[in-house]
């Protein structure tokens, strides 16, 4: 069996069932049945609205987000699935500061609970810049499901790796090419 690699630090007992159910071919079914349907936010003015409603929703006095934007150069492995962004520049006698948020483009296809995890994530970086205990607790305040979909996220995203359709092969290169 190929490494569980989204799954790495959970423990033998939540990754031996998963590798049983992979390897009975049984992934992409139990996902659909819990996941059924894509959402349709698939424009960045409608991610950003969504994020911006969420944010008004939990965090009222947070600072204003600049930007949302799906991100196709965000990488799922090796940096992460989602950004949060923060710029200082001076303007005139003025410290200005812009929060962005980016997300990685495997969400503009995936089941809403899991963008909404990502843009949940992200939304706490505002108020905590650490992965420290206060910054998961405001992130299962605005989710309550917080853990249990970014466990299902990361069994999506093993799914997506196994089916290929996280990085898909490059276009083959012709004799001259």
């Known amino acids: 069996m190929s490494e569980l ?3 790495k630090g959970y ?5 031996g069932p998963i590798e049983k159910i992979i390897a009975e071919g049984r992934l992409t079914e139990i996902l659909l049945l819990r996941y059924p349907l894509p959402h349709d936010i698939r424009t ?3 991610l950003y609205d969504f994020a911006v409603e969420l944010k008004n929703q939990f965090l009222r006095k947070a600072n204003p987000l600049s930007k949302v934007t799906y991100d196709s150069k965000i990488n799922v492995i090796h940096d992460a699935l989602g950004l949060h962004t923060f710029i200082s520049r001076v303007q005139g006698g003025k410290l ?3 929060h ?3 997300v990685g483009l495997v969400f503009k296809t995936a089941p809403l609970a899991f963008l909404r995890m990502i843009v949940v994530h992200e939304l706490a970086h505002l ?3 650490e992965h420290n205990k206060a910054f998961y607790a405001l992130c299962t305040h605005m989710e309550p499901d917080y853990h249990q979909l970014e466990f299902d996220l990361r069994l999506y995203l093993t799914h997506l790796d196994l089916l290929g359709a996280l990085y898909p ?3 083959a290169r012709g004799a001259n090419g």
């Open 100 to 102: 962005e948020i980016r």
């Open 96 to 98: 200005k500061a812009k």
């Open 44 to 46: 960045d003015q409608a």
């Open 169 to 171: 092969a490059p276009p």
């Open 5 to 7: 690699k989204y799954l």
């Open 11 to 15: 423990p033998a007992r939540l990754t």
């Open 127 to 129: 108020k905590e810049k």
